[in-house]
């Protein structure tokens, strides 16, 4: 398991828990000061997750105000950045001179080595974001450019900023299917995401390390396919077209993956239709249909790659996993 802390406020008496709230955030990002009307009786949740030196943790939380000052600064900076991803309710932040109300679907950036002033709302419901705190020397280097993004919200609803929220919500959903020793690796796909945001946000693309742009591209390719796994034109030649890249080179960025592109294609589907045969809801679905809204229209070259991948073919795979759920 990826190491994770889980804080629910029902765990802690109703006296302590905005105290303990107060303390769990200032461990995860800076040392702050607070105030709530709901202080009393504060109801929030967290579950911070450790990626190696990035911290990625969802939050909810009743309406609160948070805020750090020159003098917090002075007695601890762990310049950090903190980039949130506001899922619900406003979120006004103050900072660098810039003043603005950040809504669902904005990123929104803080600076831990500057004061800043925080305002987080839904009324009576729950604010929810998820947040990454990485770091400031992890991040691409990109010297004072960085402030321009403090102030100015950033989608994420396309471009970088999408493939960031697909990817946090991806991975703060399913824990359960990574070990501890994937951590450091999906800190640095975090990082990979963050630094390809940054730059592009600062049309400062050229600052990126070659690694980077190469990591960022197949990222990029990989939101693709996912997206077009029901189409059976999709191949390494449609790939890259879309993307304005060769096919030879296509199959370079991958030679630096566990597998061909026309490998994971096939292992993408699969795994998508084994999870559909498996699953109740779906059970007097056709298994010829299944195949084909992954990408597979001959029944039998599905059957085929099938077998070779899980060792059965895919009816009787279905047919054991539902005797398991009896």
Known sequence: MVRETMFRSEDVPAADRFDYWRDLMIRTLAP???????ADDFQASMHLLELGAVHVS?????????????KLIRQSDP?????SLVTRGTVGIVQHGQEIAYEPGDLCVVDS?????????????????????????????????????I????????????????????????????????????????????????????????????????????????AFVRSHLHDPRLTPHTIAAAHHISTSYLHRLFQHEEETVAAWIRHQRLE?????????ALGTTPVHAIAARWGFPRAADFTRAFRTAYGVPPKEYRLQTQRIAE
């Open 151 to 222: 102030g100015h919200p950033i989608s994420g609803r396309e471009g970088f900023g999408a493939l960031l929220a697909r990817f946090l919500t991806g991975i703060t959903t399913d824990t359960g299917s990574f070990n501890s020793h994937d951590g450091p690796r999906l800190g640095g796909i975090v990082l990979d995401l963050l630094s390809g945001m940054v730059a592009h946000a600062l049309e400062a693309e050229n600052r990126l390390t070659p690694e980077t742009r190469r990591r960022n591209l197949v990222l990029r390719i990989r």
């Open 58 to 70: 969802p939050q909810t939380f009743q309406s609160m105000r948070f805020y750090r000052t020159p």
């Open 113 to 149: 080595s500057r004061p800043f002033d925080c305002l987080a709302v839904n009324g009576r419901r729950p604010v929810e974001a998820v947040g990454v705190a990485v770091p400031t020397e992890m991040l691409v280097p990109t010297g004072n450019a960085v402030n321009r993004l």
């Open 79 to 83: 310049e950090l950045l903190h980039i």
């Open 32 to 38: 702050l000061d607070m105030s709530s009307d709901h």
């Open 272 to 280: 998508n239709a084994r999870r559909d045969l498996a699953e109740p």
